[in-house]
C-alpha cells in the first residue's frame, strides 16, 4: 500500500523559520513590556488542578493589550496577538492548550531571550511597533476556534443565557443546507 505523510509546517520547523526571527523579536518585546511595565498581572495563582508561579490570565492579557494599543481594536485582534506568542513558544498555557483563550486560562510566559545580533524592538519605545508587525501576521495563522468577534464582549459578559445562546446557534445552523441525517 502506499501511504501519503501530511506535512506539519508547526511540527516541522522552529516558531522562527515559520514567522522570522523579527517576529519572535517582536513577541519577546511584547513579553518583556508585560514583565515591566504590567508585573502586576503575573502572580502566583491557585485552581483546582494545581498551583502556577509567575502565570498570567488570558481575559487580562487581552484587557491590557487593548488598554495599552489604541491600534488593536478589538479582542480579537488581542487575542490573535496573543495566540501567535503562544504558537511561538514565549508564552504557553498552563494547561497544554494550543489556542488562546479569553477566559479565565492561566498562562506562563518562557525566560528565553532574543539570540538575534540586534533586535529594534527591544527599546521600550519600541515595542509597539513589534504589536503592529504582529497584527500583520494575525491573519496568517490557522483559523482558531477560540477567535471570533463578539463585538468587544467576553463570552461571560453577554446578557443572552446559555439556552438563548444555544437556541440561535442551532436556528443558524439549521438554516445550512445539508446532505444526510441533519435535515
Keep these: 500500500t502506499l501511504s501519503r505523510r501530511i506535512s506539519n509546517p508547526y511540527l516541522e520547523h522552529t516558531p522562527s523559520q ?8 517582536a513577541g519577546r518585546a511584547l ?5 515591566v ?3 502586576d498581572l503575573i502572580k ?14 488570558g481575559s487580562e492579557l487581552v484587557d491590557w493589550l487593548l488598554e495599552h494599543c489604541p491600534f488593536v481594536q478589538c479582542r480579537s485582534m488581542a487575542i490573535g496577538v496573543w495566540q501567535l506568542l503562544l504558537d511561538m513558544g514565549i508564552m504557553s498555557s ?3 492548550n494550543l489556542y488562546f483563550q479569553d477566559t479565565y486560562v492561566f498562562y506562563q510566559f518562557s525566560s528565553d531571550e532574543c539570540s538575534y545580533l540586534y533586535c529594534e524592538f527591544e527599546r521600550e ?3 509597539q511597533n513589534g504589536v503592529k508587525l504582529l497584527l500583520q501576521l494575525v491573519p496568517l495563522i490557522p483559523a482558531r476556534a477560540g477567535i471570533c468577534e463578539l463585538s468587544h ?19 443558524a445552523v ?10
Aim: with cysteine.
Design 125 to 127: 519605545e519600541e515595542w
Design 37 to 39: 511595565q504590567a508585573a
Design 94 to 96: 498552563v494547561d497544554q
Design 153 to 171: 464582549q467576553k463570552i461571560e459578559d453577554s446578557e443572552e443565557s446559555s439556552d438563548e445562546i444555544l437556541a440561535r446557534l442551532t436556528s
Design 31 to 35: 513579553r518583556n513590556i508585560i514583565i
Design 18 to 25: 515559520i514567522y522570522g526571527e523579527n517576529s519572535s523579536c
Design 44 to 57: 502566583d495563582r491557585v485552581n483546582l488542578k494545581g498551583f502556577y508561579r509567575k502565570s498570567c490570565v
Design 174 to 183: 439549521r438554516q445550512f443546507p445539508c446532505r444526510g441525517a441533519w435535515k
